[in-house]
């Protein structure tokens, strides 16, 4: 008995190969999506390079979301910076990302059976889209959207994934977040963020663009979730 053969579809390599090939139009529109969330994300303005800068250079990143039957979910497109062609001292001067040990990731989790608590986990889309940049980063245009002219590009205000800071940038922008509604980070490791309110505790432990969520009340649990959203 012949086993029957399943044919995925090709991921582009390059912008050239997406369109034009038999999804073209597909690859098209989910590029589309992305720049315009860009731009509406305020990540760049367009200006003329200083002069003595060297603009970073950037790429766009295809794939095919699949489900477990192996059928077509979504067609994805997203812009990348490449962060080795960035200049320490110039476009970068540190690297962080932020990532909870182990050790304390279990020892929360048994705090959690122990104690009876509610445990959540959240996944931060597009994290590293929300970091704003302390330095000045100049960009090449996207291949397929050069607007007003290719003598311009794009000076970025927000981080983009590939940038060598992006992770830092984002943890920045959520270690401001957390302070405000009054989580502090514990001294044992500053990915967990600890809150207590009365008989309430939180606790919010950190892994780059995850997040676990604990706290020994349901409802004040899912009153968190609200705010982080």
Partial sequence: MERATITFSKEPQIVDEALNGKDAKKWEITMQEEYDFLVVNNTWSLVPLPKGRKPISCKWVFKIKRGVDGEVERYKARLV?????QAFGVDYTETFALV??????????ALTT???????QMDVKIACLNGDLEEEIYMEQPEGFTQEGEHLVCKLHKSLYGLKQSPRAWNQKLNVFFKSIEF???DADISVYLAQVKDFKFFIVVYVDDLIL?????????????KLF
């Fill in 81 to 85: 910076a490449r962060g080795f062609t």
């Fill in 100 to 109: 909870a040990k182990f050790v304390l990731i279990r020892y929360i989790l």
């Fill in 114 to 120: 122990i104690e009876d608590m509610e445990i959540h």
């Fill in 184 to 186: 502090v980070r514990i």
């Fill in 214 to 226: 604990v706290c020994n009340n349901k409802e004040k649990l899912l009153q968190l979730k609200e």
